[in-house]
């Protein structure tokens, strides 16, 4: 049998990886610049001229990695001690191996886009932590958080129909629920548009109540498991001894509207009775923009409960109470935010996978997981998901993402290519969106 096949990569001009490199991660790197420029007041209130020195020595630590790029320098390995340092450059090195033959080194527009984008990413993180004091200073966090007022109106409606929900749900039948478990699910898929590193940095968020649109968008939705994730929980629920738990667990992607909407997911699953404990992961360190870190989520949850809305309040501190009871559980860990695609946890964090196995459901939310997934290649559109997960099956899971890389698998023959044909960029605008299950039905 053929191995899986090659990585995207920038390699193929023309390509949305070949854009991303020349184009989108530049950018990304004139923005976080930027942002350090207007914080220079900031850090010289909190820390006086070492503040001031510390701004510089960021700001030209990451001209340098710019102009790196835009040179397509060899990848270096990186030099500041950090929990991932070994493991980062180990995998640089099984990237030079996999040269040797040509003698050459790993590039930026010659290596798998998975790689040199999340070690753009990483080498921004390493200028942060090689610039103390300002070494805790989260470069997208102001982004992130205008996401998050930008999009008050549509957090409104979703925090509001979530409430009015609990009021009644005991009541529901099991049509019903199953209906409104379907309206929490695409509202999650839907959450996925506003992702910050597409736009290059610019913020995208929602700003109409989403709930009335779910109707119009269906359409878009490619691949359609929800009925596999409803089997698949409401015969938990069934079969539940009374002691017993039922674990969902969700990897989160963006933090902003689309961590909201998870949550809105959460507590549904939790209310319903279809869980009975959620799991979340996210990310240690800043990353692709707007996926969400420990103090995202804190913080989204301590802006609910102070809202001046009584059902957003109401959100926020039953959150708030989950987390306290263990209901809901927050973890981080390291792998999340490595160029490993998702078939080599087993060996690079045989303890994560471990963790996972023991879930009911897992949850990938957003575009990075799918391509760590599917190992980000250039499958033909027909492959069955479970072919190109590559071994990874820790638990069932299911994709919930909107399509922003050219990568997608498990489609009907020809369904891939008549997309192409009257949306020739449908890979890649963000506008499909797909729930794609594997595991046993
Ligand atoms: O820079 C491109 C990319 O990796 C795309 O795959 C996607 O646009 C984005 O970054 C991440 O999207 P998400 O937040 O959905 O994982
Ligand atoms: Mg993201």
Redesign the pocket.
């Known amino acids: 049998m053929a191995g899986p096949p090659v990585s995207l990569s920038a390699r193929d001009v023309g390509s949305f990886a070949y854009l991303?490199v020349k184009d989108?991660l530049p950018q990304i790197l004139t923005k976080a610049i930027d942002t350090l420029h207007r914080h220079k007041s900031e850090f010289f209130k909190k820390h006086g001229e070492k503040g001031l020195e510390a701004e510089k020595k960021a700001i030209s630590l990451l001209s340098k990695l710019r102009n790196e790029l835009q040179t397509d320098k060899p990848i270096v390995p990186l030099v500041e001690k950090f929990v991932d340092t070994d493991l980062w450059n180990q995998y640089l090195e099984y990237q030079q191996s996999l040269l040797n033959e040509s003698n050459g080194k790993p590039r930026w527009f010659l290596s798998p886009w998975l790689f040199v984008?999340c070690y753009m990413y990483r080498r921004i993180h390493e200028a942060i932590i090689q610039s103390p004091p300002i070494d805790d200073f989260d470069i997208f966090k102001e982004l992130k958080d205008q996401n998050f007022f930008e999009s008050q109106e549509s957090i409104i409606a979703l925090c509001t129909h979530l409430q009015e929900l609990m009021k009644t749900i005991e009541e529901l039948d099991e049509n019903q629920l199953k209906n409104e478990f379907f309206k929490v699910l695409q509202i999650s898929l839907w959450g996925?548009k506003c992702?910050l590193?597409?736009s290059g940095g610019k913020t995208i968020s929602q700003k109409t109540n989403l709930i009335n649109s779910l109707e119009d968008l269906k359409p878009f939705i490619l691949v359609n498991d929800m009925e596999h994730l409803w089997s698949l929980l409401s015969n938990c629920k069934k079969k539940r001894e009374k002691a017993s738990i039922t674990r969902v667990d969700i990897v989160l992607?963006?933090s902003g509207f689309e961590l909201v909407t998870d949550l809105v997911l959460a507590d549904f699953l939790l209310s319903s009775k279809l869980a009975t404990e959620i799991h979340f992961y996210g990310k240690t360190i800043p990353w692709?923009v707007?996926?969400t870190t420990l103090h995202d989520s804190n913080w989204i949850i301590e802006q609910l409960k102070h809202s001046n809305h009584k059902w957003v309040s109401k959100c926020g501190v039953d959150w708030e109470n989950h987390i306290k009871m263990g209901r809901w559980v927050y973890l981080d860990h390291i792998f999340w935010t490595l160029p490993h695609e998702f078939s080599a946890m087993p060996q690079v964090a045989p303890d994560l996978y471990a963790t996972l196995q023991k879930a009911h459901l897992i949850l990938f939310k957003?575009?990075?997981?799918y391509?760590k997934l599917t190992g980000d290649r250039r499958w033909e559109f027909t492959v069955p998901f479970h072919e190109a997960l590559n071994g990874f099956h820790p638990a069932p899971l299911c994709s919930i993402?909107?399509l922003?890389?050219e990568v997608q698998v498990g489609l009907q023959p020809g369904q891939g290519e008549q997309l192409t044909a009257s949306v020739p960029n449908w890979l890649t605008i963000?506008k499909y969106g797909i729930f794609q299950f594997d595991g046993p039905l």
């Not at 957003?366 to 997981?369: C, K, P, Q, T, Y």
Request: charged letters at 40%; glycine letters at 10%; a negative charge.
């Open positions: 991303t989108r984008e996925n992702d590193s597409l992607d963006n692709f707007s996926d957003g575009d990075l997981n391509r993402r909107t922003k890389a963000g």
